[in-house]
């Protein structure tokens, strides 16, 4: 989608990025890491084509389709029900071309249906974030391009936000002081460093100890990140992964025993219906029966197995 080639760009005299190689594709979801003032928002605009560099090439796929994301809540009409800032048309809205009604894409984004009629002043700054969410991925984009989306978000949000981006088909380019948010969702990561020097990383991890071993022997600090909230004492300590479920995922423990006992049922429908002894004769009913039990068959172990799954995940969080 994106190739630059020995990218450059300086202001004043001081280079933010320096013959810079870079390959973005679909899937691909660049992370990009520094210190304020190291030229991370530079970068965004270059790659977006809204700033040229002075040095290299920037090639784009034809009709290439942008889309950057900021936090501009004011580009909300408060006056308009959050049911119309969603699907402005009609009671259905198309993701990924797709037609999906309306109510379960609220859903998705935690809205429930008696909010759709409420005008979206009556929302709370998170909620008017989760639209803002909602609304980005209904854009037909191949690049997505996000500086700092993460600002004064709650968890619940976050949480959305981090599901949309992964599930975004296209690339992405992310610059976000939640380090967590960072590492779920980069593929590849991107140090500047205010000298237009910039260094590929594996993760965040690699990146701090990186920094730790250049800030060995002189009294500066390693730049702390900004993360989602911690318990009180932890402020010295690196951030931890975040251990446990997500919102989501406590949704989803919270109804998978009604999912496999109803699964498991089926089970039994189904091999009383492939025993039947009226069909043993009959070739085509007993293999679209058979077909019917494995399908419920399989359907019960994926149950199984994503419990053992979010089972884990909760005894992360209890040790």
């Not at 040095?55 to 389709?65: E, F, H, M, N, Q």
């Amino acid at each position: 989608l994106v190739i630059a080639a020995g990218l450059g760009k300086s202001f004043g005299g001081k280079p933010i990025v320096r013959n810079l190689e870079l390959l973005l594709g679909p899937g691909q979801r660049l992370g990009l890491l520094g210190p304020n003032g190291s030229g991370k928002t530079t970068l965004l605009k270059l790659l977006a084509g809204t700033l040229k560099p002075d040095t290299g090439t920037l090639t784009r796929a034809d009709k290439l389709r942008v889309v950057t994301f900021e936090q501009h809540r004011e580009s909300l009409d408060q006056q308009a029900t959050l049911r119309r800032s969603l699907a402005p048309y009609g009671d259905a809205v198309v993701y990924q071309d797709r037609s999906v009604h309306l109510i379960s894409w609220a859903k998705r984004f935690l809205f429930k249906p008696e909010q759709l009629d409420l005008p979206v002043s009556r929302l709370s700054g998170g909620e008017q974030a989760r639209l803002l969410i909602a609304r980005l991925m209904l854009q037909p984009a191949d690049l997505l391009i996000l500086d700092e989306p993460t600002n004064d978000l709650d968890i619940p949000t976050l949480d959305v936000l981090e599901d949309s981006l992964l599930e975004f088909p296209g690339a992405l380019v992310l610059v976000t002081h939640d380090r967590w948010l960072l590492d779920r969702v980069s593929t590849m990561l991107l140090a500047l460093d205010g000298q237009g020097n910039a260094e590929w990383f594996a993760d965040y991890a690699q990146w701090e100890t990186a920094q730790a071993k250049k800030a060995t022997g002189n009294q500066r600090s390693v730049p702390v990140s900004q993360t989602r909230p911690r318990a009180e004492g932890s402020q010295t300590s690196p951030a931890p992964k975040r251990k446990g479920l997500s919102y989501k995922e406590q949704q989803e423990w919270d109804k998978i025993e009604q999912k496999l006992a109803k699964a498991e049922a089926t089970v039994a429908t189904c091999r009383a219906a492939a025993n039947d002894p009226a069909i043993v004769a009959d070739a085509e009913a007993l293999r679209t029966r058979y077909a019917a039990l494995e399908t419920a068959q399989a359907e019960v172990e994926r149950l199984y197995a994503r419990w053992e799954e979010l089972e884990q995940k909760r005894a992360s969080l209890a040790s």
